[in-house]
Nanobody, 120 residues
Framework: QVKLVESGGDSVQAGGSLRLSCTGT???????LGWFREEAGKGRVWVAQ???????LYIDSVKGRFTISQDNNKDTLDLQMDSLKPEDTSIYYC???????????????WGQGTQVTVFS
């Protein structure tokens, strides 16, 4: 069974940094990888995306603070989170799937999530 496993969630003071990681066989061979988080009233929201061609995208609220990357061995997806804010507090999920036309992706596989808490 396909399995993605996140790690790195923690409690951190506002302004601090965390690095989330996601491992799993689908990290290696998927053409689109992403990070999502739960937001009140919105459900699971896309945060960052990395396509196989190297194109990365971010929601406006994390641009310049978060960086999505895949390690050189291609078996780990990371999310470097800097200048964290209390509103970044959430459960973060990694996802793997297929790149579609344009910048769209279809996500087929999900991890169980890792908790990030940012306190002021």
């Amino acid at each position: 069974q396909v399995k993605l496993v996140e790690s790195g969630g923690d409690s951190v003071q506002a302004g601090g940094s965390l690095r989330l990681s996601c491992t799993g066989t689908r990290v290696i061979d998927s053409t689109c990888l992403g990070w999502f988080r739960e937001e009140a009233g919105k459900g699971r929201v896309w945060v960052a995306q990395l396509r196989k061609d190297g194109t990365d995208l971010y929601i406006d609220s994390v641009k310049g603070r978060f960086t999505i990357s895949q390690d050189n061995n291609k078996d780990t997806l990371d999310l470097q989170m800097d200048s964290l804010k209390p509103e970044d507090t959430s459960i973060y999920y990694c996802a793997a799937g297929r790149a579609l036309r344009g910048t769209s992706c279809a996500y087929d596989y999900w991890g169980q999530g890792t908790q990030v808490t940012v306190f002021s």
